[in-house]
């Protein structure tokens, strides 16, 4: 395929700052995706510029971009691998990744695929697994207003997903409402979002579903700015069940985080591996997690996504595919998530359209495979 146009949009994200949306016309095709941006975000992920400086390369790089023909989703993203720069630094990311995915999703409209269904056959992965899901029911951190330190609080489904998960976990969102503190807000991603008398009040909370969920927690560490005693926290959080723990120390500690596995929590690396291959050999090397986030913007492309869940898978650590703080109503990251076999999903809870857009992909693509 022949690229003809590519357009940068300046769009608005769910928190009302401006991120973009990117649309390639091919053969008479054309194809969108907006990209979502983080707030808590890690130093080793790749760089994302403003759309101002985007359209400013925009002419030179679609000059070059016409002289080539690409048939796989694969070709297309080795030429933006080697002209973005180590870090993305020349291209961003953002545009980068929303690239990757309208070429990819005009790819699977000419051969009259559904995204997920072209990506499986490109990349030869043939196995449906049933995603969990995890759950932020409670934020803090700078996601929220409040005075918890810790950033999310989740709840880990221990089925996969069907209809009745969906019913469970609404049942759960409206019985906690009624018992938080109140007033109850809801944070960036929707998560209740209130004051409690310290860090672990709402692990009380959730302890109340345990016999149906697990417990766990995105710390975030690299976001807190205070001091903490982190032994003591830990202890607690393991007497309060708490079972998961996504960055529980800062972003270059791997050592600390091997120390907590060691312990016998299940450890989760966001910040620590940035969805980044090296980060990830890294963290093998040093028995750091158990399972690591799958964020496409913090790499840029969907091959480069698909090495480090490859690398993961490999190695036996389980992938959980995440949306980001700041998102839009696209929903390419459960596409994503189906073709390369996601372990779990983390899509917020089903009260706000940004989110709600994922759970109903998902919603529609286990119709279609009559899950
Ligand atoms: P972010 O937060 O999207 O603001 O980076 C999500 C997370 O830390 O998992
Ligand atoms: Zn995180």
Redesign the pocket.
Known sequence: MKIEEIKVNKILDSRGESTIEVEIESEGFKEKASIPS????GSHEAICLDCDKIEKNLPEFLKEIKNFDFSTSQEFDNFLIERAGNNKEKLGANFVLGLSIAFARLLAKLNKEELFVYLKREYESDKFSVPKLVINIIGGG??SFNNLDF??YWLVTKEGFSEKLIADVLNVINNIEKKLPKPLGRNDEGAFCTNFSDNYEPFIYLNQFKENFELGA?I?ANQIKKELNWKEIYTNLKRLNVLYL??PYKEDEFEKFTELKKEGFKVIG?DLTVTNIERLKIAIEKDSVNGV?VKPNQIGTIKETFEFVKLAKENNLFTIF?H???ETNDNWIIDLGIAFEADYF?IGVPLQGERVAKWNRLIEIFKRLNF
Do not use: L, T
């Not at 983080?38 to 975000?41: P, Q, Y």
């Open positions: 983080g707030k808590s975000v700078v996601h950033q999310e995105d975030a996504e960055d966001d986030i995440s980001r703080s700041g983390k």
